[in-house]
Each structure stands twice: as structure tokens, then as C-alpha cells.
């Protein structure tokens, strides 16, 4: 038996379109990353995949891109679970920084330590400072878990039980599900799922708006590395712009 998981990174933000460094700041769609939400949506359709369930982390750009990619695909009735252990990581005190002043600023190989290791987060940000989500009534009960900044491993760790509890009964229940998340919550999921090293997940980037469709074998094992792309041209391009923001 194979199950069917629809990963979807949310359509283009204001701040990807301003190449800001985002994290968990609630930014919204640009014009751009809404059409490209409701194209998703399109593709699900044309391939013949219907999610039955969506999952979602607190973000408005990936709860609204579920929402239009879904009513797009006329599923917008579906149930939908958020949780914030599907968030963007948390990019720590360059939240709200601008990703070509920062690489000037820091040179090549911080800049990318920071946006692509595995184990080096960010600085911490601090309270204070006006990106910070300290105090936001979304996360009152995360106590602990509340981070100031997160390397990929960080993302790894926190989103893996919510896939255990959550994302895999669904499967097992033999839901099409959707989860629609941002480009490192899904990075983590994908280094999950097709056993991708620490090093090598630093190569892996996840286009704005298209889904990502993976059909896993009854041990959650991917039947095809990587999954597919429903428009993989254009996933390719778009792969290759998220790999060269800040230049
Ligand atoms: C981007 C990812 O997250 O940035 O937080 O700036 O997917 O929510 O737009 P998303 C951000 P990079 O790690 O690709 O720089």
C-alpha cells in the first residue's frame, strides 16, 4: 500500500519578494505568491490529486496558500490542523534582515552557514527586538520549546514529532494529505524522508507554489527519491532562484 503526501512551500511572501530574511515573522503573500498558490492548487487538479486533509504550520502564508491552492482545487472543505512545529525555522536576529546587505556584510561563507548548515543557527534574537515573536499569543504554551533562533537540526527535531502524531496516522488512515509549510520546514521533512546526509541537504532548496508529491511504501520510505514535482520545469527554475537569493 502506498500513501500520497502533498508537500507545498507557501506561494512567494512580501519578504521573499524583498529577499528579507523571514522565520517565524506572519508575513503575507505577495500578488505573485497568491496566483502561485491557486496554480498549485490547478496542478493537484490536472494530476488527479485531491487532498483529503490539509496540515498547516501558524504562518498566514502557508495557511493562506492552503486555503487558495484548495479552493482552487475545490477542497477548500477539507479538515486543517496548524501547528507550529511545521513553522519556517526560526531565523534568530536576522529575522527582518536583508539577505544581499547581510552576504555583503558577512561574506560568503557565514552567510551561508547561517542560511544553509545543518547545525549552525543564527544568532539569538532578542526580545526587544521589533521582529521578535516574544509575547505573541499563538505560542503562549510552547514554554520552553519557544525558540530565539533554529539550525536545521533544531527544525528536524521539533517537526518530527509532529509528524509521528499527527501527519502519519493520516497517511495510515489512507488520506491524500497536504502540508503546506515554507522552504526549511519542508527541507527537514525531505532530509527525513529520502535519508538525505547533513552535508548534503545544504544543496536542497524548495521552490515557492509547487507541489511536491511523494508516494511512500507502507514503511514511509519514498517509492521515488525526492518525490515529483507537478510542473517540474518550473520547479527547476525556481529551485535555482531560491539557491541564488542574496546574489
Ligand atoms: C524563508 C527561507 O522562509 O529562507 O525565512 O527567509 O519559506 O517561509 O519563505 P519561507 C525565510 P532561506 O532559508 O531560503 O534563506
Not at 12 to 30: I, M, P, Q, R, Y
Request: charged share 25%; net charge negative; hydrophobic share 40%.
Amino acid at each position: 500500500m502506498a500513501y500520497t503526501l502533498v508537500l507545498l512551500r507557501h506561494g512567494e511572501s512580501e519578504w521573499n519578494a524583498k529577499n528579507l530574511f523571514t522565520g517565524w515573522v506572519d508575513v503575507a503573500l505577495s500578488e505573485k505568491g497568491r496566483e502561485e498558490a491557486a496554480k498549485g492548487g490547478q496542478l493537484l487538479v490536472d494530476a488527479g490529486v485531491l487532498p483529503d486533509v490539509v496540515h498547516t504550520s501558524l504562518l498566514r502564508r502557508a495557511i493562506t496558500t492552503a486555503h487558495l491552492a484548495l479552493d482552487a482545487a475545490n477542497r477548500h472543505w477539507i479538515p486543517v490542523k496548524r501547528n507550529w512545529r511545521l513553522n519556517e525555522r526560526h531565523y534568530g536576529a536576522l529575522q527582518g534582515k536583508d539577505k544581499k546587505q547581510t552576504l555583503a556584510e558577512f561574506g560568503e561563507e557565514q552567510f551561508m552557514l547561517w542560511r544553509r548548515s545543518y547545525a549552525t543557527p543564527p544568532p539569538p534574537i532578542e526580545e526587544k527586538n521589533e521582529f521578535s515573536q516574544a509575547g505573541d499569543a499563538r505560542y503562549a504554551d510552547l514554554g520552553d520549546d519557544m525558540p530565539a533562533t533554529e539550525c536545521l537540526q533544531d527544525v528536524v527535531a521539533r517537526m518530527l514529532p509532529y509528524w509521528e502524531s499527527d501527519v502519519k496516522p493520516d497517511l495510515v488512515a489512507g488520506k491524500t494529505v497536504l502540508l503546506a509549510a515554507h522552504g526549511n520546514s519542508i527541507r527537514a521533512l525531505v532530509k527525513h524522508l529520502d535519508g538525505i546526509s547533513d552535508d548534503d541537504i545544504a544543496g536542497l532548496n524548495i521552490p515557492t507554489g509547487i507541489p511536491l508529491v511523494y508516494e511512500l511504501d507502507d514503511e514511509f520510505k519514498p517509492v521515488v527519491k525526492g518525490g515529483k514535482y507537478l510542473d517540474p520545469d518550473a520547479a527547476a527554475a525556481a529551485v535555482a532562484a531560491v539557491a541564488n537569493q542574496g546574489r
